[in-house]
């Protein structure tokens, strides 16, 4: 029931993962495990049995990723809409949360041998304190870890995630820190949950189900999205295989529309900062039109001032968040 | 080592693709034998009848039908045959999204399918194209669903009125204004940088110490998005073209959305579209619980 395991591939499955690993390989994969409740019902065991299984299954997934190269694996482990759930299934779920962070806090030493960095992403204040502090721990345990990473989307919905990010930039227009014109869509993304990963290659959901529900609606927008139906807990190496050769497959077409969006962005920055420069040459000029080179100076001086607004912007955001994890685990000691 | 894995890989990914077509090759072939088998059996059953006239009755069969004397009828049994279809349907999508991840997209094709979805009882159409193609070509899209309109749905076709709404410009082109079937043309301007918009209006409000930070909340952002135009986030997007993502479209809006996929948009058939709104009416959606 462990986080960490350490079995090597075999032969048959070493071979494959040579094979995939001469084409371009996805950096970052994530993953809707779905498919524990009906995997129960199908064996015929508890709800909560399920989960478990759910849970090895990552845990087998993650060897499989490290030894297929994949450095960063992002999963959906509870929507803020399964709190909708039964109480039962709720509190089940969140002992079972509490159990594997007391696990992973155990296994701090792998851990650090592996090199994971463990981070929770969500609305964590709508868990209960207990789990609060469990996850402060993992997540300030594992923090320097840097071989590979995984993010463990808890309570959390990209919806709620993208209004938290507009809600940072507000405070920090608030605080002084930033301008409302310096907000862009860059800015945006480094205000989410998310903002020390990469965008993720690739998006796996199983269990047959179509659709995004509300993970990572943002970060996937020119991702490789692949729907398999198999049910979580039966996933195998070759199904992770089978999606990393459909990703190996719209490698290329994926890679020319991500490029066209970058410079298309690239594009409406400069635009936006010609046009604040402009303003400004209006306001504070003398009446007279200003010739081509004062205006390159200015929107020069004008782009490095709000670069540097923005990274005191989102080294105070960083102290924030760091603060709170902190916070709690400080709370836990004094207790 | 390496260079052999990398043989077997390209190797790989070879066969994937001759799979791939031979697949796509096939399920052209077997519609087009159905079809022609459909039309050998009728043959074969009407040919002691009309043993006589059989050059005449082979010459009915092969005629274009929209030439035909009596394509108003045609097109009321079409209309209405669509009409059925869609209620037969478990469920029916109230705003569908066409996402055409393929280059050089054909108007006619897009316009056909809007025409089919408003005929089956669709209430919104929304067509997608991460080049910003189809907003680019605004008008010629409409003309081109007013034209498919007709031919496909005849004269009274106007029962069908689109509204074309167009974001970025001032101006809508407005057909008629209340309860029908509406038509919009998405870029991927109205996807994350709508988004940012909205975020710099609230930042704005805040700097203008309109607002606190914190009062921002989903909803809030959520009606921002929706603008004023009220559409439903779409329940289904049906993707045309080999690219399994979804290039930027709507990212706010499709956190519950269905996907499903069709290879290409290009002489698409009505059936592969009641195909997916087929699939689509099977799907459960437990809404988190």
Known sequence: MSWIKEDELNLLEKISANVLKAGPMPKHVAFIMDGNRRFARKKHMERQEGHMQGFNKLAETLRWCKHLNIQEVTVYAFSIENFKRTKDEVDGLMELAKQKFLKLLDERDNLEKH???????????????????????AVITTKSHNKCFLNVCFAYTSRYEITNAVREMAWGVEKGLIRASDVSEALLSECLYSSNSPNPDLLIRTSGEVRLSDFLLWQTSHSCLVFQSVLWPEYS????????????????????????????Q??????????????????????????????QEALLHYTTCREERIQDFLEALKHKRDSYFSDLCSKDVLA | MALLYGLIWRLLLILVHINRALVSWVRVRL??????????????????????????HQKKLNHNPDANAVTGNRAASRRSRWLSDGRSLEKLPVHVGLLVAEEEPSYTDIANLVVWCMAVGISYVSVYDNHGIFRKNNSRMLEEVVRQQQDLLGVDGSKYNVEVLSNSCDKHQHYVVSCRPTVKVLSPEDGKQSIVQAAQQLCRAVENKERSSKDISVSMLDVLLRESKNFPDPELVVKFGPVDSTLGFLPWHIRLTEFISIPSHRNVSYEDLLNALQQYGSCQQRLGQ
Request: charged share 25%; with cysteine.
């Open chain 1, 115 to 137: 090199g994971v960095c463990v981070r929770v992403l969500g609305d964590l204040e709508m868990l209960p304190l207990d789990l609060q502090e469990l996850i402060a721990k």
């Open chain 1, 237 to 264: 190496f070759w199904n992770l295989c089978e999606a990393i050769l459909q990703y190996q497959l719209n490698y290329k077409s994926i890679q020319k529309a991500r490029d066209l969006h970058q410079e298309h």
């Open chain 1, 266 to 295: 690239a594009l409406l920055q400069l635009e936006a900062d010609r046009a604040c420069v402009a303003e400004h040459l209006q306001h504070h000029g003398n009446g007279k039109p200003a010739d081509a080179q004062r205006r």
């Open chain 2, 31 to 56: 519609r087009s034998w159905k079809g022609r088998l459909w039309e050998r059996a009728i043959a074969a059953l009407l040919l002691p009848l009309a043993l006589a006239g059989f050059p005449d």
